[in-house]
């Protein structure tokens, strides 16, 4: 048996913040209590102590895999610093959000979804990672063999999440296609010829595979096991779609509208972390910020920058004090591990394993001193 007691800490309860101590055993947390310290400790010295963080849906590992438009980066380093970097931001479990979007003349746009699996998996088997990886295939449904691609990488490896995405140029994130087009060829080093064609393309796809290849993946997920979430709805129209194919997390909703029929539906909204405390988003679409004092926010995603998860759990009660800190924690940590199934973290509770970190203030920012993960110092 092996024990550590955490002492002068502000505890980040579920409900509460208290100034107190939390005892590990084995890995898992079996006490929390406030008043004299039970017995010998490490003393945070009046540090936050926050569950772990609960990331689902990042794709910054990509840019490890491709760090500049046309350079390719080896998967396994890619994936290891990766790692280093989701480990430092206080996330201890993070779905991978890797691109199922086949597409030949969209190199940059394609994802790498079977490498980037078959890394992390040597990557896990070298026992080198700091945080836990779980798989989230991001399938573009308007594209030809999107659902056999997946389902190919299902049968290899540990598939936990699936959203089913649709960028087609002139709905959901991109509401016109030059809008498209610019993020792109900014995005990738796309020319304004390959460009055309690549538009031309997606139109012609959506019309033939769209609809066929959503029934197709949602059919797999459920037949597995795997939790589904919608992208970019706008609409009532995409909801309906969503609520009729069981789907459990709504991510990024570029309406307000569409989040308050996903909320309603008991759909958990998910939103950017970035769009939080960057004061809106990047492509002009619905702002955390204002779903979160509409009560329409369950689950904050860090997305492209790791480190503003944390940010955005103690930017959130300072733009908005009725939303006290640790209802912003939930939303990074109890909430998302609620809807991808994971009911053994995301608390500082008795039974829940001992993912944790360690929070100082440098100002207004949150900086990580330590991490945990089933107890074990990991950074």
């Not at 700091?130 to 573009?140: P, Q, S, T, V």
């Not at 950017?272 to 904050?300: C, F, K, M, W, Y």
């Not at 995301?346 to 993960?373: E, F, N, S, T, Y």
Request: proline share 5%; hydrophobic share 45%; glycine share 8%.
């Amino acid at each position: 048996m092996t024990e550590t007691v955490f002492a002068n800490a502000r505890l980040v309860l579920p409900d509460a913040v208290v100034a107190g101590h939390l005892v590990v055993r084995d890995g898992a947390i079996v006490e929390t209590g406030t008043g004299a310290t039970p017995r010998a400790a490490e003393d945070l010295g009046g540090d936050y102590l926050l569950p772990g963080l609960v990331e689902l849906h990042t794709d910054h590992v990509e840019g490890h895999l491709v760090p500049r438009p046309k350079v390719r980066w080896n998967p396994v380093a890619a994936v290891l610093a990766h790692d280093a970097q989701i480990a430092a931001s206080g996330i201890t479990t993070v779905f991978d959000s890797l691109r199922v979007w086949p597409d030949k003349r969209a190199v940059g746009m394609d994802g790498d979804a079977a490498s980037l699996a078959e890394a992390l998996d040597a990557a896990k088997a070298t026992g080198a990672l700091r945080a836990e990886h779980l798989i989230h295939l991001r399938c573009e449904v308007a594209t030809d063999t999107v659902a056999e691609d997946a389902e190919a990488i299902m049968a290899r490896h540990d598939v936990r999440l699936v959203s089913l995405m649709d960028h087609t140029p002139g709905q959901r994130q991109f509401t016109s296609v030059e809008q498209f087009r610019a993020y792109y060829m900014k995005k990738s080093g796309i020319t304004a010829p390959e460009m055309d064609v690549i538009v031309a393309t997606r139109l012609d796809f959506h019309a033939r595979y769209a609809r066929a290849n959503r029934a197709r993946l949602v059919a797999m997920a459920h037949q597995r096991g795997i939790v589904l979430a919608s992208h970019d709805d706008a609409t009532d129209i995409h909801v309906a779609e969503a609520i009729g194919d069981g789907v459990s997390i709504a991510e990024f909703p570029t309406t307000e509208a569409a989040a308050r029929l996903s909320h309603a539906a008991g759909i958990r909204v998910l939103m950017g972390a970035p769009n939080l405390v960057r004061g809106g988003s990047h492509t002009g679409n619905a702002a955390a910020e204002a779903l979160a004092g509409a009560g329409l926010l369950d689950i904050l995603s860090s997305d492209y920058v790791p480190s503003s998860l944390l940010w955005a759990a103690f930017d959130l009660p300072r733009r908005n004090p009725a939303i006290p800190l640790p209802e912003s924690v939930r939303m990074v940590s109890l909430n998302p591990a609620e809807a991808a199934g994971l009911t053994d973290r995301g608390a500082l509770m008795p039974g829940r394993r001992a993912d944790l970190i360690q929070v100082a203030l440098a100002g207004d920012l949150p900086v990580v001193k330590a991490v945990w993960r089933a107890g074990r110092r990991v950074a």
